[in-house]
């Protein structure tokens, strides 16, 4: 019989319920438990951006302004970030199981809320609670399959894992504007009840029991969980009003940037002196952990805003629906899929920095291929890229999770993870928030240069004019009027042509900043594994 258990939990028999031990015995239960945690995890990760395209609905229904109805993201962001590094404190404190329980019902139990908010406010509310319980699924199912699975299978558990965590971002769009349009808005939150449940009950089933911990007896460090909550929160509201606010005029985002800087320094103090810390920043003494969270954040940087940036391009531009712009979108879900798969067979046998490079190589080719978008891009000019992006995405994923987390100590692997967790967070909310203020930027800069050629000695300019305006003269008596739906045509295809440029210039430079960022794997480890070919399935 084999053991049930590698990793944490050794072969203790008497932590596992009946059933699980008859899965062990059939050598089958390390790989239920990876689908454990990764129902969480992806239950999270679809939650992050389902309900951006239910936000005009949402509106509507609640009578919320633009910027109110902002808070339902940004009240879920702000939690979100503020739990992830708190992951290793609360598992060691309350155990793992029970952690990872209390955080999947109460984020199953605040998806219901969400669903039957009646105002505004209630939604938001609960929106921030659902940030908090989920705050920590993704660190910990990370951390569940390090702890689980020994280094010849890492590979492979964490392919399955990732295939969901990649993917989940994909189908979230086209999930919710299913929803939305067939059901209502309620329903992108009540969808979570029957998989929450269900994730709850395989914890309880096929989880081990926690084993004793000595950290319950010590002081709870509450000045370092305050300074970390208001440097994270300040920053990621920063990140997420800074645009809506015109940034650094307004003086609620100067605050929101000070109490950042000054929040960050002193939890930087506090966590690096007091005896029993709440956040374990010295597990950054590990070279792998400190070069592949920088790392990270590059990559939540780039990825992310791809995924961000696309679909507002196709919606902005081409005018497609949420619908539409999810399903445009799936093809690149399904090749990251498939890619799991391959990586999961030979990510252990080859130089992990090779294969990230590989993947750099390819999003680089991906977002140069998007800078080249003309008005004449539809669908079919989309789909290579976006396939390329889901492969290269997988190939920097996953061995940057073994290369950064694969050779930690046991001790370390919970607070690592969850380190480099809220480095590929904050990379998204970083990435997305300078590519939204780059856009209107750029898209001001083309309209300026653009509108500087519509003169009177501009001939191709002034032929344009004169041949709209005789087209609508043949609908109105009017020359003056004539005049003007031509020129508002000029005006319409003006900013058309602006918003084109300011996308092609941001695909740009998301390709330059990984060429740029490539030497950053020189500092990360091999992260091969020449056994794990013998796990991968």
Partial sequence: MSAPLTGLYGSDRSLLSPLAAR?????????????????????????????????????????????????ISTGYACANVVMIPLTAWLSDRFGRKQYLLF???????????????????????????????GGGLLAKAQSILFETFSKKEQPAAQALFGIGVIAGPAFGPVLGGYLTDMLGWRWIFFINLPFGILAVLMTIAFLPRDVASTTGDKRVDWLGIGLLTLSLASFQTMLEEGQQEDWFSSKFIITMAVGA???????????????????????????????GSLYSLVLGMGLYGVMFAVPIFVQDYLHFTATQSGLLLMPGALASACMMIV??????????????ACGALTTVATALLLSRINPDTGTGSLFLPLVLRGLGSVMMFLPLSLATLGSLPKSAIAAGSGFYSLTRQMGSSIGIAAITTYLAHRETVHRANLVERITSTNAAAQTRVQLL??????????????????????????????????????????????VVTLPLLLLLGKGGNREASAAAH
Avoid at 107 to 130: E, Y
Avoid at 265 to 289: G, M, Y
Avoid at 486 to 496: C, L, P, R
């Fill in 343 to 356: 990586m999961g067979k030979i990510s252990g046998k080859l130089d992990a920095r090779f294969l990230i």
């Fill in 261 to 291: 800087v000054v929040g960050t320094a002193f939890f930087i103090w506090r966590e690096l002196t007091v005896e029993s810390p709440a956040v374990d920043l010295r597990v950054l003494k590990h070279r792998s952990l400190a070069a």
């Fill in 469 to 514: 305006q005789g087209n609508f003269s043949l609908h109105t008596a009017d020359p003056v009027h004539a005049h003007q739906q031509a020129m508002s045509v000029i005006d319409q295809t003006i900013n058309g042509q602006a918003l084109l440029l300011s996308f092609a210039d941001v695909f740009f430079y998301v390709a330059l900043a990984f």
């Fill in 103 to 133: 955080s999947l019902a109460g984020f199953t139990a605040a998806s219901v809320l969400c669903g039957l908010s009646t105002s505004l406010g209630m939604l938001i509310f609960s929106r921030v609670l659902q940030g908090l319980c």
């Fill in 23 to 71: 899965m062990a015995d059939r050598g089958i239960l390390k790989w239920v438990i990876a689908l454990t945690a990764a129902l969480g995890a992806i239950l999270e990760v679809i939650d992050t951006s389902i309900v951006n395209v239910a936000m005009p609905d949402i509106q509507g229904n609640l009578g919320a302004t633009l910027a109110e109805v902002g808070w």
